[in-house]
């Protein structure tokens, strides 16, 4: 554990860009404009000093520590950090009874546990009684959903905040902020561009830390001149994010140009294509998330029942994504592209779905047939609701010719499997039920 001043070596140049470059207040904060815009609620709570114990829940880089200093910072409190590493239950103890000194003198001690994810039951258990009677305030922080990660008694006392990726725009406020504040590189001459100031915005894909970081990594490359002045070229850039600039913008015409190149070449087969158009958005900074949401869009739209295992690849990639992110999560989502280039492929699913919704939207109004409404009361029954049901599984063959859709859409086919790969048997299943049907009206 390591107790803090707020406002200790604030100007050290010691320090990396991102601790020194860390906002001291809210007029300061960039981003979560949600939580800390005017009027929203974590901003109320910290003004009027009613701050309750938080978990802050959200990627890496997008302030939850920043946030827990400002806390600190604007009620006067002692501000206290624990590392599950570091920090056995021992420690634990000394401290929160030295909180305990502290209430009764009335001080207000916050008690910040970075990745409280990280800490096991017995490290989480010893913080709650000091909690409940109030002698700390809890601020936790964590990439992991508090759910599942959090003490259930401890996440009941705390109040959860989720933090978002910052957006491009945010992240190029910071940037150019460190540029010209003299905690950052304000007392130099620093000749930087919007673009590049804007690529490594982009390649941080959220992380305020990662740009910062980055920044402070080209600047200190950069070509000093005679004059003094600090020449940031491209080349210079490229070599300090270990990439080169590649031809995406992930809220611009490139990013659904590729995207469409990623599943039209799952359609048509082609696995090299496909790993190419993913490797392109990866590298450049895609969300994970969002490429294995358009994976298991294509599983259902492209493959269907031609092979239903492609549904759960696609879910176990998502999965696979969400536990252990960029870079590692790359050869996940190759595979479930690679599987889904080389399945068979059905759009059964998709065009039995536009059928009925069309119809659906065309019949609005068309009422339920009585003999499958639900009839929960005795005036339902007394109406007709649920008369004529039949319970195929009292029925020899599990099936009855009771009629389902309405009246107008009798008839309708919806569903028309193809002869792709597993969908062959579906095909069978389905005409050999409406042979059945035909022979017992």
């Given at each position: 554990m390591e107790q803090i001043s707020i406002f200790e070596n604030e100007n050290s140049k010691d320090e990396p860009l991102a601790a020194r470059m860390r906002p001291r207040d809210l007029s300061e904060f960039v981003g979560q404009q949600h939580l800390v815009g005017e009027g929203k609620i974590l901003s109320k709570l910290i003004e009027s000093d009613r701050v309750p114990s938080i978990i802050f829940w959200g990627p890496p880089g997008v302030g939850k520590t920043t946030l827990a200093q400002i806390i600190a910072s604007k009620t006067k409190a002692n501000f206290t950090t624990f590392s599950a590493v570091t920090s056995g239950i021992k420690e634990i103890r000394t401290v929160m009874q030295q909180a305990d000194r502290y209430t009764r003198f009335g001080e207000k001690t916050i008690v910040f546990i970075?990745?409280?994810?990280?800490?096991?039951?017995?490290?989480?258990?010893?913080?709650?009684?000091?909690?409940?009677?109030?002698?700390?305030?809890?601020?936790?922080?964590?990439?992991?959903?508090?759910?599942?990660e959090v003490n259930g008694a401890l996440l009941s006392r705390s109040k959860v905040f989720v933090l978002k990726n910052l957006?491009?725009?945010?992240?190029?406020?910071?940037?150019?902020?460190?540029?010209?504040?003299?905690?950052?590189?304000?007392?130099?001459?620093?000749?930087?561009?919007d673009e590049m100031i804007h690529m490594i915005a982009e390649f941080a894909n959220g992380d305020a830390r990662s740009s910062l970081t980055t920044l402070e990594m080209v600047i200190l490359n950069g070509d000093i001149k005679a004059d003094g002045t600090i020449d940031i070229t491209m080349e210079s850039l490229e070599q300090c994010i270990s990439k080169k600039s590649l031809l995406y913008d992930k809220n611009g015409e490139e990013h659904y140009?590729?995207?469409?190149?990623?599943?039209k070449s799952m359609r048509n087969s082609d696995a090299d294509a496909a790993v190419y158009w993913l490797a392109r958005m990866?590298?450049?900074?895609?969300?994970?998330?969002?490429?294995?949401?358009?994976?298991?869009?294509?599983?259902?739209?492209?493959?269907?029942?031609?092979?239903?295992?492609?549904?759960e690849i696609a879910i176990a990639a998502y999965q696979a994504c969400h536990f252990i992110g960029m870079p590692e999560c790359s050869v996940h989502l190759t595979e479930a592209v690679i599987y889904m280039a080389l399945a068979p492929k059905s759009n059964a699913m998709e065009v039995a779905y536009f059928a009925a919704r069309d119809d659906a939207q065309e019949h609005m109004a068309e009422p339920v047939p009585l003999n499958i409404r639900n009839a929960?009361?005795?005036?339902?029954?007394?109406?007709?609701?649920?008369?004529?049901?039949?319970y195929a599984h009292d029925?020899?063959?599990?099936?009855?010719?009771?009629?389902?859709?309405?009246?107008?859409?009798?008839?309708?086919?919806?569903?028309?499997?193809?002869e792709q790969g597993a969908e062959v048997r579906f095909k069978?299943?389905?005409?050999?039920?409406?042979?059945?049907?035909?022979s017992h009206k």
């Amino acid at each position: 554990m390591e107790q803090i001043s707020i406002f200790e070596n604030e100007n050290s140049k010691d320090e990396p860009l991102a601790a020194r470059m860390r906002p001291r207040d809210l007029s300061e904060f960039v981003g979560q404009q949600h939580l800390v815009g005017e009027g929203k609620i974590l901003s109320k709570l910290i003004e009027s000093d009613r701050v309750p114990s938080i978990i802050f829940w959200g990627p890496p880089g997008v302030g939850k520590t920043t946030l827990a200093q400002i806390i600190a910072s604007k009620t006067k409190a002692n501000f206290t950090t624990f590392s599950a590493v570091t920090s056995g239950i021992k420690e634990i103890r000394t401290v929160m009874q030295q909180a305990d000194r502290y209430t009764r003198f009335g001080e207000k001690t916050i008690v910040f546990i970075d990745e409280i994810h990280r800490f096991n039951k017995a490290q989480q258990d010893a913080f709650l009684p000091f909690v409940e009677k109030g002698s700390i305030t809890l601020i936790g922080a964590t990439t992991e959903n508090p759910s599942f990660e959090v003490n259930g008694a401890l996440l009941s006392r705390s109040k959860v905040f989720v933090l978002k990726n910052l957006e491009t725009s945010d992240i190029e406020q910071l940037l150019k902020r460190a540029i010209s504040d003299p905690r950052g590189f304000g007392d130099e001459r620093v000749n930087i561009t919007d673009e590049m100031i804007h690529m490594i915005a982009e390649f941080a894909n959220g992380d305020a830390r990662s740009s910062l970081t980055t920044l402070e990594m080209v600047i200190l490359n950069g070509d000093i001149k005679a004059d003094g002045t600090i020449d940031i070229t491209m080349e210079s850039l490229e070599q300090c994010i270990s990439k080169k600039s590649l031809l995406y913008d992930k809220n611009g015409e490139e990013h659904y140009n590729i995207i469409s190149a990623l599943h039209k070449s799952m359609r048509n087969s082609d696995a090299d294509a496909a790993v190419y158009w993913l490797a392109r958005m990866l590298e450049a900074g895609e969300d994970p998330l969002y490429v294995a949401r358009r994976v298991t869009r294509f599983a259902s739209e492209d493959v269907g029942l031609a092979d239903p295992r492609a549904m759960e690849i696609a879910i176990a990639a998502y999965q696979a994504c969400h536990f252990i992110g960029m870079p590692e999560c790359s050869v996940h989502l190759t595979e479930a592209v690679i599987y889904m280039a080389l399945a068979p492929k059905s759009n059964a699913m998709e065009v039995a779905y536009f059928a009925a919704r069309d119809d659906a939207q065309e019949h609005m109004a068309e009422p339920v047939p009585l003999n499958i409404r639900n009839a929960p009361t005795s005036l339902m029954k007394d109406l007709g609701y649920g008369k004529g049901y039949r319970y195929a599984h009292d029925y020899e063959d599990k099936i009855t010719s009771m009629q389902c859709l309405p009246d107008s859409l009798v008839g309708r086919e919806y569903y028309k499997p193809t002869e792709q790969g597993a969908e062959v048997r579906f095909k069978e299943r389905l005409n050999s039920i409406k042979e059945w049907k035909k022979s017992h009206k």
